[in-house]
């Protein structure tokens, strides 16, 4: 079955450096989203990727989808205390299964 | 205000018994779904609703009982049969159609198995 893994399962920065997870699909996805979630709470939508190639901004947080779409990467310039908390991609295959697969997710803590 | 209502926050039970996890939404999303988080291994898929009176197992469906007899209710029974049942569990619904909707998370509930 689809599998969606994602790299580092941890990561340990200083303030002000910058962060990077990756997200690796078995199969060709029609789309890839990423969430947040803060330590103790539930995961929040960030965004959502559908075309091949696509990258996306969010204030330091930039998103790409890969050109065959099978991966996906996440990517923090200037990392906050605010950022710190486990990100998880979930990506949807082609077929109209109507499932979201998660990869395991990525913890980032955040040295002030 | 809208959004996804689980209940009870945590719970404990003893070996043996079966436990139902609530999840309500007033967000009018005809999909809903439940995971399993573990540390260290994500979100896994339980079960998983399109549609009123229609449901479908996920990757970890063994040991767990859902119904949706209502659209805005998707209440999660875990069962005696689960090996393991002590986690984190979370609802959500979906917004949008065609399946290329956002998930939108219940605060989860904690069951622990003593």
């Known amino acids: 079955g689809q599998q969606v893994m994602q790299i580092p399962q941890y990561q340990h920065v200083q303030e002000g450096e910058d962060f990077t997870t990756y997200c690796n699909s078995s199969t060709t996805l029609s789309n890839i989203q990423w969430y947040k979630q803060r330590p103790g709470g539930h995961p929040v939508f960030l965004i959502q990727?559908?075309?091949?190639?696509e990258v996306k901004k969010q204030k330091r947080l930039t998103f790409q989808f890969g050109e065959a779409k099978k991966n996906s990467s996440l990517h923090i310039t200037a990392t906050q205390t605010t950022d710190v908390g486990t990100y998880f991609c979930?990506?949807?295959?082609?077929?109209?299964?109507?499932?979201?697969?998660f990869g395991q997710g990525t913890t980032l803590q955040v040295k002030p | 205000d809208g959004g996804i209502t689980q209940s009870p926050k945590y719970l404990f039970r003893k070996e043996g018994q079966n436990v139902t996890l609530s999840c309500e939404q007033n967000?009018?999303?005809?999909?809903m779904y439940w995971y399993r988080q573990d540390p260290g291994q994500g979100l896994r898929l339980i079960y998983y609703s399109q549609i009123v009176n229609d449901f479908q197992k996920g990757d970890i469906a063994e040991g767990y009982s859902v119904s949706r007899e209502k659209k805005e209710s998707f209440p999660l029974t875990v069962t005696s049969a689960q090996k393991n049942p002590t986690a984190f569990y979370l609802c959500?619904?979906?917004?949008?159609?065609?399946?290329?909707?956002?998930?939108?998370f219940g605060e989860g509930s904690r069951l622990t198995v003593l």
């Open positions: 990727l559908v075309k091949s190639g």
């Open positions: 967000l009018n999303h005809d999909a």
């Open positions: 959500a619904s979906m917004s949008g159609t065609g399946n290329t909707g956002e998930l939108f």
């Open positions: 979930a990506g949807k295959g082609s077929s109209n299964t109507g499932k979201l697969i």
